[in-house]
């Protein structure tokens, strides 16, 4: 009877020794949808060292669904979209519940700027309140560029780096400037030219329209339009000589995830990878003069066969101009550690678990 009743015992120790460990760790576990302009997002991270930016990333979804159009369009967002929106977080959300376990407190959702602008996004936001008893928050435009150096660059670095993010339409980011009294301050960037703005601006200087799509004409013009993109970025980088002195610049956007996946062709696990402009140069020259190279390429490699759906050859010039005009813009580069944020779908998530970390300074 003893020994039995000493099983017994021996047996509730090691369950509930099981549970307190599980439930422990689900503290470290943190989910985001992101209901951005033209897909929506799910992540489940695992975070090790915040402060690091040591996590892992245990699932990820991805779900085509054209939003921004259609809010364009109308100023709002229609009923079908509503819906659809509705049952792809409230799904995503089961999903996760069932098999992550994580702690509601540890779950965020997050709508793009775009949605702003819809005149009853409140009508998306109380619907799916009602079926998954979670609110959402849309990002402010003017907050975007913290949010992306909170969450982009490990907070170890904070001090120490700069962020620039290359968009479709501008290039944005900026730093962290330290005051005394451990006190931060955020220092915005912005650059006009994003990917397809500087496509469009260099179209518009081909005299004959007829002309437009021919290869050899577009990379005549957009040469001789580096001139205007590089007296842009001289003017941001005058205007922010503190950023000068940072060691470490980190890179995110369409621009230098297209570059890293079809120049390094190798499915690279870490967060952070580094990159030369002497890599950054060779690749444009591939880009200009054996872009077969990059269809070959795409044939056997998904992530790659990706970046060309998204970007036809002109997109991909022009955002490697903005690319390698940053870079050769910057004084004393070879002294320097270049980074690319591999997981810019994480970014926003990694800014809302450091906002609530007591062990990471974001008061800026």
């Known amino acids: 009877m003893l020994k039995k009743n000493k099983s017994q015992i021996l047996l509730f120790i090691l369950l509930n020794l099981f549970f307190s460990i599980n439930s422990f760790s689900q503290k470290n576990l943190y989910v985001g949808i992101e209901i951005g302009r033209r897909a929506i997002k799910t992540s489940v991270l695992e975070i090790n060292n915040i402060k690091k930016a040591d996590y892992k990333i245990l699932y990820f979804s991805n779900e085509r669904i054209s939003l921004a159009d259609h809010i364009a369009a109308s100023g709002e967002i229609p009923q079908d979209d509503i819906n659809k929106t509705s049952i792809i977080v409230v799904d995503q959300l089961k999903k996760i519940r069932e ?72 290039t944005k980011g900026g730093y962290i400037d330290e005051l005394e009294d451990n006190k931060l301050e955020f220092i915005p960037l912005e650059l006009d030219f994003g990917t397809m703005t500087l496509t469009d601006a260099v179209k518009k200087t081909v005299v004959n329209q007829s002309q437009v799509n021919d290869m050899s004409t577009y990379q005549e013009k957009s040469f001789d ?86 970007y036809d050859q002109k997109y991909l010039i022009s955002a490697n101009n903005i690319l390698a005009n940053l870079l050769e813009s910057i004084p004393n580069l070879e002294g320097k550690k270049i980074y690319f944020v591999k997981d810019g779908q994480v970014t926003w998530l990694m800014s809302y678990i450091a906002d609530r970390s007591k062990k990471v300074n974001t008061n800026f």
């Open 99 to 170: 098999e992550f376990k994580v702690p509601e407190t540890n779950v965020f959702i997050v709508a793009a700027p775009v949605f702003a602008t819809a005149r009853n996004v409140d009508a998306l936001r109380n619907k799916i309140s009602t079926l998954t008893s979670k609110t959402f928050d849309v990002i402010n435009v003017d907050e975007e560029a913290k949010i992306l150096v909170k969450g982009a660059i490990p907070p170890v670095d904070y001090s120490n780096a700069s962020l620039l993010d290359i968009g479709a339409q501008t």
């Open 225 to 310: 339009f580096n001139t205007v993109l590089r007296k842009k970025i001289k003017e941001m980088l005058d205007a922010n000589p503190l950023l000068l002195k940072k060691e470490k610049i980190y890179l995110s956007g369409g621009a230098v995830w297209a570059f890293a996946t079809l120049y390094y062709n190798e499915n690279v696990k870490d967060h952070y990878i580094p990159l030369t402009l002497q890599d950054v140069i060779d690749y444009d020259a591939i880009l200009k003069n054996n872009f077969n190279k990059l269809n070959n390429l795409a044939k056997t490699n998904k992530e790659a066969a990706r970046v060309l759906s998204t």
